[in-house]
């Protein structure tokens, strides 16, 4: 079962063109700025208190070189060991400080991010199962996945680890070079010596490497949309012999990713390769200008030991921060196609009006509606009509006559290009259709991993014993769920218990029943079932739309005799409307159809 959705359009971000497949929008710099700024509203204390214990944390880092040359001068003097007493208590002191610092900021750091990367988290996949199905369509089901699943990951992991390390290495590279000015403005200037070649090679890395991981995430959507494909479509593949040339693109997909990869380890390896000789250069320049200065009296070797030592102490803090760029960088670009997700439901709400109350007995319409995918002709072409309120229209009409698309535009899926449809006067775009309004069941039911009660609940979490088994007495299914193991709480989806089309299909219509909406659209919503079970499948199906306002999408002809109106469908419009009778009295295609179909069965199922 699937409650209808509003549809949207990419607004704001770039997208990408994948074999002729638009996928789905990334974001902007300036929108994943608004956007983290909208969800830290509100977090300054604690970004000002981290902020505090971090900047703590770098300097503490100080007390230790600057301890060991103290030491290192008494040792030259030749002091008594009574002098050593201060320097090693400093030291003592500034490591349990300075552990309780980094404890501290670790702990305000993940206050301050972990939620509002729990936040993004549940904003992404909130959009993206809201996603109009044309949409999703559009840029591929792989792409959405990839997003929802590694780029979270991404973001997720360098919130919680990368960020933290990133920031304090960063503090600490900056406390050391302020050491070392104060110690002599000359071990500055010999120290700065490094920092034109680590400018121009991390100037280079990111203009290398953020393509290159931009791009890596796209092809990791593209392969995923491959894999995806294949495993979905496995049957019809293997009845095609289709799965040689479906295994060639997963093939093309995964070497496209592998290259990525294989790109951003040599950017990688030529990076640090660089930042070695700024290193070699740094470290040389300081024991330099020490040797020259001690000789000169101008610095002691205390003195000179604590430089040597600063500088020596930024190789941790740059390889760390140089470390957890990459995945700095990725995370980044994870960020930005989260965000991109986001973005549509926004382009949505933007400057949408405020319906007004939609009553439980509201009327469904739609006027001169047409829609094609793509930038393909028009499937269903200038539909019309109206549903009123507790009656019931049944569609009928050949294989690719355009019944299914009509019902999905019907239901919200799918935003019309001409035309409109809309609920009480209110067009289908501007409401939220999950609020119990509209529901459609389709004969592509799902099961989902859990028992039948969590199944079931998908619909009313709150739903009671009782209103379950009302619900399965109301579809035909009780007996058969009572005779399982466990009953309700008999697992079945993934890994559990496997359930026949036609029992999957009466939880779907179980699960309308507890739903229960005003509106109801069935798109062959029975057709899977055999004959010895299409009799109660569609019993179960009048059950659910009594005293509802519904749609039938009708496979076999018996199911449109119930209706109060019938509409045939020809080449995606509407050939014929009317009554059962009035159309089978008609002479024209139903009365055609219905002959047919009455010749081939022993009557109405």
């Not at 012999?241 to 380890?265: H, I, N, P, T």
């Not at 991109?340 to 001169?368: C, F, H, K, V, Y």
């Not at 009295?585 to 047919?596: C, D, E, M, Q, R």
């Amino acid at each position: 079962m699937t409650g209808a959705t509003t549809d949207a359009s990419p607004a704001g971000g770039s997208g990408s063109r994948s074999a002729g497949r638009v996928l789905l929008p990334v974001a902007t710099g300036r929108q994943v700025r608004a956007y983290l700024r909208r969800v830290m509203r509100g977090r300054r204390p604690l970004l000002c208190a981290t902020a505090v214990t971090m900047i703590a944390e770098s300097l503490l880092g100080l007390v230790g070189p600057v301890a060991i040359g103290w030491i290192t001068q008494a040792i030259a003097d030749h002091r008594g060991v009574g002098v050593l007493v201060g320097p090693v208590v400093l030291l003592a002191t500034s490591t349990v400080a300075g552990a309780a610092a980094g404890w501290g900021s670790t702990v305000l750091l993940a206050r301050t991010v972990l939620p509002a990367v729990a936040r993004l988290r549940e904003e992404t996949v909130a959009a993206a199962v809201e996603l109009p199905i044309d949409v999703v369509e559009a840029g591929g089901a792989g792409d959405l996945v990839s997003r929802v699943s590694g780029d979270a990951e991404l973001v997720s992991d360098a919130a919680s680890d990368a960020l933290g390390s990133f920031i304090g290495s960063g503090l600490a590279i900056l406390a050391a070079l302020a050491g070392l000015a104060a110690l002599d403005w000359r071990f500055a200037l010999a120290g700065l010596l490094a920092v034109p070649i680590q400018a121009h090679t991390l100037r280079w890395y990111l203009r290398t490497s953020r393509p290159i991981y931009a791009g890596g995430r796209v092809a990791d959507g593209r392969r995923a949309s491959a894999l995806l494909t294949g495993f979905t479509a496995l049957s019809t593949l293997r009845a095609l012999r289709l799965g040689a040339s479906q295994r060639d693109r997963v093939e093309a997909a995964s070497a496209e990713s592998m290259d990525y990869e294989f790109r951003a380890v040599r950017a990688a390896t030529r990076f640090y390769g660089r930042l070695n000789l700024a290193e070699f250069v740094g470290l040389g320049a300081i024991l330099l200008v020490a040797y020259f200065l001690v000789r000169a009296e101008l610095v002691s070797l205390g003195a000179a030991t604590t430089a040597a030592l600063f500088f020596a102490g930024l190789f941790g803090p740059i390889n760390i921060v140089l470390g957890v760029f990459d995945g700095i960088q990725q995370a980044g670009a994870g960020l930005a196609r989260l965000v991109g997700i986001t973005t549509l439901t926004g382009a949505r709400d933007a400057g949408r009006p405020a319906p007004g109350p939609i009553g439980t007995a509201a009327s469904l319409t739609a006027e001169n509606v047409s829609f094609g995918y793509g930038e393909g002709p028009d499937v269903v072409r200038d539909i019309s009509l109206r549903l009123e309120p507790g009656r019931q229209i049944a569609v009928v009409g050949t294989t690719g006559s355009g019944k299914s698309t009509l019902a999905s535009l019907l239901a919200g899926l799918r935003r019309p290009r001409t035309g409109t449809a809309a609920l009480d006067g209110v067009f289908l775009e501007y409401i939220d259709l999950p609020q119990h309004h509209v529901a459609l069941v389709t004969q592509e039911t799902h099961v989902f991993a859990g028992t039948i009660a969590d199944n079931l609940r998908l619909a009313r979490p709150e739903a009671t014993r009782e209103a379950i088994d009302d619900a399965l007495h109301a579809v035909g299914a009780h007996d058969w769920v009572e005779a399982l193991p466990d009953g309700i709480e008999t697992p079945v989806g993934g890994g559990g218990r496997p359930l026949t089309a036609s029992q999957a299909q009466q939880l779907a219509l179980a699960r309308l029943w507890l739903l229960d909406p005003p509106i109801v659209i069935l798109d062959e919503a029975t057709a899977e079932a055999g004959s010895d079970t299409a009799r109660a499948l569609d019993h179960a199906a009048r059950q659910v739309t009594r005293g509802r306002s519904s749609v039938v999408i009708a496979h076999r002809l018996g199911q449109a005799a119930h209706a109060d109106i019938v509409i045939v469908m020809e080449n995606g419009r509407v050939g014929e409307r009317g009554g059962h009778e009035e159309l089978r009295a008609a002479g024209g295609v139903y009365a055609t159809l219905w002959a047919a179909w009455s010749q081939a069965s022993s009557g109405p199922a």
